[in-house]
């Protein structure tokens, strides 16, 4: 139990680096959620924190200027394809902050059976 609860920050910062910042640009500008600037350089939503967890991640990012909710809402699905999750979702969360959810992967796929349901043909 003592390892788990050292291991466990570890861990999280690690997937954290690796499933998100590591290629945040790139993956931002693939679901053209970046801006481009009037001297050539590239706007990127700044990565604020991630939080990862059993089934789920949760990444909350900064709009940019121009922004709207829609338009990350509306990137879901390429954000899912992306970063190679089953699901996504966008929210606001603050005023010009958006909280990504990543669905790892199914969680009920790890529902205990029940033995109280009848097979339907």
Request: hydrophobic share 40%.
């Amino acid at each position: 139990m003592t390892s788990q609860w050292i291991l466990s920050p570890v861990r999280a910062r690690y997937l954290a680096w690796y499933r998100y910042r590591r290629r945040w640009t790139r993956l931002m500008t693939a679901a053209r959620l970046t801006r481009p600037t009037d001297d050539g350089t590239t706007r990127v939503p700044r990565l604020l924190s991630v939080r990862i967890g059993e089934t789920t991640d949760r990444v909350r990012v900064r709009m940019l200027d121009g922004h709207c909710p829609a338009d990350y809402e509306n990137r879901t699905t390429h954000l899912a394809n992306a970063f190679g999750v089953q699901g996504c979702d966008a929210a606001i969360v603050a005023a010009g902050t958006i909280e990504i959810v990543l669905h790892q992967q199914d969680s009920l796929k790890f529902a205990a059976p029940s033995d109280d349901v009848d097979d339907v043909a």
